[in-house]
């Protein structure tokens, strides 16, 4: 069954507006930042209107009532990962998901499973979008690893040929986008992830560009980690989330500190809470949180698998009418099964 288009235009107060000379709005910047249905926009208005407290924070009706909100907010995130909730963190963006990672193989022990120093190596590749390059690009700096990636082929491929050299025993992180922000190209990562896994290495994840377009299930990708933006599938700006098996997580040191995460305190020292909070330190972004999983509920009432069937056939259409205009050349595979919606030419 094809989607209602017109009838899900609708459902976006923005596409009523005209911009120069009065043309209606044709929005083609999703990769950058997605457009909010009414529903997305209602539910932050009405947890700002009627239900505003500290989640986690209070004894009192509105604060239990935020806590509630939040905690399920974050089951609808984790069912719609395939996740258990507790594997859940919720942070401002996928930049800081990422760089809660970075500094927490930082601030590791020496001697745990996340300590990283110049015996070891980081893979990343050359598609990846700043915010899963340069974390790991300084965290080498820092740590003195070596820092390594695949590139790219002719037709936009993740370039899996020296997979042997890039992947060795000495490899402590693998980071890599499952979708490309710039090229379109939707990698698979099975290969990847096994021989990552074979040799002990923790692989981390970059869904921003496919958690928002096709289905995702972290239960049967295999990877440890996870990130990816709010403002991207629908939901408000200024939240984000870190998916991480628990047994990982929970073992991570923090990467922020302060109300919140803590389990006991004095004034010499201090523990931390479980996971998924003892990464969520101070008064959370609770009204983000409420809007993204109205965002997500909403995604998943016309079907994820129906948005991915129509963004193949919207893609395959524009490669074709791109391909008939003399001189334009696109960027990445022409291949409509190996890549989402995102279309790059020159």
């Known amino acids: 069954m094809s989607l209602d288009v017109t009838r899900i235009r609708k459902d976006f107060p923005i596409f009523t507006r005209t911009i120069r000379d009065g043309k209606k709005l044709i929005y083609l910047d999703s990769g950058a930042t997605s457009q909010k ?16 407290a500290a989640a986690h924070r209070g004894a009192h009706q509105l604060a239990e009532e935020a806590t509630e909100m939040f905690e399920a907010s974050r089951s609808t995130v984790a069912s719609f990962l395939g996740a258990k909730t507790e594997e859940i963190v919720f942070t ?5 998901s990422l760089n809660l990672l970075a500094y927490a193989f930082s601030n590791a022990e020496p001697g745990s499973q996340f300590a990283i120093s110049s015996e070891h190596s980081i893979v990343v590749s050359e598609m990846e979008h700043h915010a899963n390059l340069i974390p790991w690009q300084q965290l080498a700096k820092r740590s003195g690893a070596e ?28 980071a890599i986008t499952q979708q490309s922000n710039v090229l379109g190209t939707i990698n698979n990562l099975d290969r990847i992830i096994e021989k990552a896994h074979k040799i002990g290495a923790i692989v981390i994840v970059d869904a921003c560009q496919s958690v928002p377009h096709m289905p995702v299930d972290v239960s049967k990708l295999g990877a440890d980690f996870l990130a990816f933006s709010g403002h991207k599938i629908l939901g408000p700006t200024g939240v984000g ?74 893609t395959g259409y524009l490669l074709n ?14 291949d409509i099964s190996l890549r989402g919606g995102t279309v790059s030419f020159t």
């Open 37 to 52: 249905p009414q529903i997305v926009i209602d539910a932050e208005v009405d947890f700002y209107a009627k239900h505003n």
């Open 92 to 96: 401002k963006s996928a930049t800081e």
């Open 241 to 314: 989330v870190l998916w991480g098996r628990y047994e990982l997580l929970n073992n991570l040191p923090p990467f922020l500190f302060g109300g919140s995460m803590i389990e006991n305190v004095t004034m010499t020292d201090a523990t931390w809470a479980e996971a998924p909070r003892k990464f969520e330190a101070g008064v959370p972004n609770m009204a983000q949180v409420v809007g993204l999983a109205a965002g997500i509920k909403y995604l998943q009432s016309i079907g994820l698998e129906k948005v991915h069937e129509h963004e193949k056939v919207l």
């Open 147 to 174: 820092l390594k990636w695949f590139g790219v082929t002719s037709d936009g491929r993740l370039d899996e040929s020296n997979i042997d050299s890039l992947i060795t025993s000495k490899t402590k992180i693998v």
């Open 321 to 334: 009418e791109l391909n008939q205009i003399p001189g334009i050349a696109v960027v990445g595979p022409t």
